[in-house]
């Protein structure tokens, strides 16, 4: 019995001490005073539009998994990188829908610029499952000369536990915009 105590402890020890000291090295989260890379700008009829697409980018809030009574809940983030090296684009709307195609949550109050080589994130919180297996994000952005089309995507993660998921939807045109319109 002592024996069997024993190992009982070196098992636990062996899985604790592990999981202590990667909660202790752990990189902090970002200060929340840190500068946003969006800079609010006016979209009226003197700013010149070359280009621009809208991009439908699936999203999951949730998953089934064995059967369609259970689910695993999923983190997403949105990204949407600037690709250009030398422009900014501006992201006129980032609109979350849900399975049945009904609005949930506008991210934009108004009309933002990403910088060159700028990236930004928006986030659907693991508890907010209103969007469903089917939800999606619409984004649509525009530029005031030709510029290469920024990589928008989305990665959905779910880690608990000693399992993980995570895998990656990517944007598709569903638009294109130009100045010839």
């Not at 983190?75 to 049945?100: E, G, M, Q």
């Not at 609005?103 to 930004?120: C, D, F, H, K, W």
């Not at 928008?152 to 779910?158: C, F, G, H």
Request: with cysteine.
């Amino acid at each position: 019995m002592k024996v069997e105590l024993e190992v009982m402890k070196r098992s636990l020890y062996s899985y604790a001490l592990p999981l202590l000291l990667l909660t202790a090295c752990a990189t902090p989260e970002a200060p929340a005073d840190q500068p946003s890379p969006l800079k609010a700008i006016a979209l009226d009829s003197s700013v010149a539009i070359v280009t621009g697409q809208t991009v439908y980018v699936p999203i999951y809030s949730h998953i089934y998994i064995w059967e369609r009574s259970r689910t695993l809940d999923l983190t997403a983030t949105l990204s949407v990188r600037n690709t250009d090296p030398k422009h900014s684009i501006i992201l006129t709307a980032v609109d979350y829908y849900d399975n049945n195609g009904k609005l949930i949550r506008n991210y934009l109050a108004q009309p933002v610029e990403l910088g060159s080589m700028v990236a930004t994130d928006f986030l659907v919180n693991q508890n907010d499952t209103r969007g469903g297996a089917g939800a999606s994000f619409v984004v649509e952005w525009v530029a005031q000369q030709q510029v290469t089309p920024p990589v928008i995507e989305a990665v959905m993660v779910n880690a608990g536990g000693n399992q993980g998921i995570s895998f990656v939807s990517p944007g598709r045109v569903i638009q294109t915009r130009s100045s010839n319109e």
